[in-house]
């Protein structure tokens, strides 16, 4: 649940309590009105100044260098993963469709970032087709080892090979980052916050956009 | 003692469901119940994929061997997030205390299918043929066929009744 909100208020997205307690109007109501000095509380953790995950330089499956700048004016969500988990991986960009859902009429104003830490099993063509079954809108984006463990380092995130009896698998740091429109990073979510909570966070860094 | 599948292994797991069926008829009623058991699919040329369900033993037991015709690798994994890190370990023996709800699901644990021969497609199904061991030694082999759910599933099948 939401047990690592940062914010010292109730959170403002219209939960099923708070649709409960006050009616609809409670969804509508400003956010300023719990936080001091007008900044926004986000159910992530505010990284907003962060001196990591400034960018990268990775092949979509297509082949084509992606940076950042590319997805200018979207609210970008960027997680690391691997096809052959069987667990974080698909609940995580399952998660990502519902935001995309639930965001309706601004989804395309959002874009998932698959970055597989795993290029050795991962070729671009199992890349393209797992992203799409979850949103066609969603991209992978690979790199050599060397670029992988450079963009890892970059975003501070771990991923290591553990063999298992037949093959291997990987440990990996399972949270998504969140980058406002104007690219800058701004939040860091965990693996067990709702995609109710997601969206809220998304809604918020477009509407301040 | 190992949960991956092998060929002795499964020549031992025939002989055991010989038995197991002759001693569920003396007993009329099965020790361990599997249920809403459910495999992700895959997309073609994904080699893995996790299997997931409920076990439930009337006796203390433990599951000792999975195998399916679709994999030469079954082996059943634990997840577990240390911090923000997301940790994927092989375990050797399940435990299923006796009465205890034990739930194969994300977040936990799951059977990791390997070098999978075919694309897993939502709408198929997958046997498994699952071998469990009481306190006592004796075996039960429990078969089950567990349907392909989609990439993005993360819930139980609808008729769990959650």
Known sequence: ?209 | MHIRSSFTRSLAAAAFMALASASLHAQAQANVSVKDAWVRATVPQQKASGAFMQLQATRDSKLVSVSSPLTPNVEVHEMAMQGDVMRMRQVTTLDLPAGKLVELKPGGYHLMLLNLKAQMKEGDAVPFTLVFEGKDGKRETVEIKAPVRALGATAKPAHAGH
């Open chain 1, 1 to 209: 649940m939401n047990n690592f909100n940062p914010a010292p208020c109730a959170p403002v997205q219209p939960t099923r309590r708070a649709l409960l307690a006050a009616g609809a109007l409670m969804a509508t109501l400003p956010l300023a009105a719990c936080s001091p000095g007008g900044s926004v509380s986000f159910n992530g953790t505010d990284i907003t100044g962060a001196d990591y995950g400034r960018d990268f330089q990775l092949r979509d499956p297509d082949g084509k260098l992606r940076t950042l700048a590319d997805f200018r004016g979207k609210v970008v969500l960027v997680f690391f993963g691997f096809t052959q988990c069987p667990d974080v991986c698909p609940t995580a960009l399952a998660r990502a469709a519902n935001v995309r859902t639930l965001l309706g009429t601004d989804a395309d104003r959002l874009q998932v970032l698959f970055i597989t830490v795993d290029p050795e099993r991962d070729t671009p063509a199992i890349l393209k087709a797992y992203t799409a079954a979850f949103d066609p809108t969603f991209l992978a984006l690979y790199g050599d080892p060397a670029r992988l463990a450079a963009t890892a380092k970059e975003f501070r995130v771990i991923y290591q090979k553990v063999p298992t009896g037949a093959s291997y698998t990987m440990d990996h740091t399972s949270v998504t980052y969140a980058y406002d429109p104007q690219g800058r990073l701004r939040l860091k979510l965990l693996h067990d916050a709702s995609a109710v909570d997601y969206t809220a966070d998304v809604r918020r860094l477009l509407n301040a956009a």
